[in-house]
């Protein structure tokens, strides 16, 4: 069975701390996203990555770097955490096909606190 | 740009009852359609997608979504609900013309089932 596994269920950070995030698929898929996910406001995408040291800002990127060094993992930064990032943070992957879409294969989600 | 609506943000219904969840795109050609589930502190599930071919698409679960393009539509039905399928639901939409693969999320719907 296909896997994206997200570290962290739940964390707790302190407003200042640079906190990481990690994602890893096991699905050799080819992009990667992040997202965040607020009631009433739906999933957000913060940053996305199609290939290896490729990344794009998603739309709403500030406050927030990633990185991914290698193909299976996909790193979310928050460099300098604040109250208002608190949040639950959803990791994706997909395959690119030029034939029709693959849907997005999600982890379980990291629900930040910042206190 | 694409982007969804999701109109509902709470539907409830009696177990066994017929459930429609509604779902409204704008973009100027065939988009790519998705309907996901979410059950309490997981993250998305996959129920069924449309890109091209048959515009009634049946998924998991026993769902199906009929894409309608006369009215952006892309609405998700079971005929029988079960108290299991109490979660939030969210549509996507994606722009294969863009050669991207970011996907838009609604705000989503959640349903609540009464015994």
């Known amino acids: 069975d296909v896997k994206v596994t997200q570290s962290s269920r739940y964390l707790v950070k302190r407003t200042g701390e640079k906190v990481f995030l990690e994602c890893v698929q096991d699905?050799?898929?080819?992009?990667m996203f992040w997202y965040r996910q607020d009631p009433g406001l739906g999933l957000r995408l913060i940053y996305f990555?199609?290939?290896?040291?490729?990344?794009e800002k998603g739309d709403i990127p500030e406050g927030y770097s990633v990185s991914r060094e290698k193909k299976e993992r996909f790193s979310l930064i928050l460099e300098s955490a604040s109250t208002n990032q608190t949040s639950m943070y959803l990791c994706?992957?997909?395959?690119?096909?030029?034939?029709?879409?693959?849907?997005?294969?999600f982890g379980s989600g990291t629900r930040l606190t910042v206190v | 740009a694409q982007s969804v609506t999701q109109p509902d943000i709470h539907i409830t219904v009696s177990e066994g009852a017929s459930l429609e969840l509604r779902c409204n795109y704008s973009?100027?050609?065939?988009?790519?359609l998705f309907w996901y589930v979410q059950s309490p502190g997981q993250g998305l599930q996959l129920l069924l997608k449309?890109?091209?071919?048959?515009?009634l698409v049946q998924g998991i679960k026993g769902f199906e979504a009929e894409f309608k393009r006369s009215q952006s539509s892309f609405n998700l039905r079971k005929p029988s609900v079960h108290w299991s399928d109490a979660a939030e639901y969210f549509c996507?939409?994606?722009?294969?013309?863009?050669?991207?693969?970011?996907?838009?999320f609604g705000t989503g719907t959640r349903l609540k089932v009464l015994a």
């Open positions: 699905m050799d898929h080819e992009n």
């Open positions: 973009y100027g050609a065939t988009p790519y």
């Open positions: 996507a939409v994606g722009a294969p013309l863009t050669g991207t693969y970011k996907y838009i």
């Open positions: 449309y890109f091209s071919g048959d515009t």
């Open positions: 994706a992957s997909s395959q690119i096909t030029g034939q029709g879409a693959y849907g997005y294969t």
């Open positions: 990555s199609y290939d290896v040291k490729m990344k």
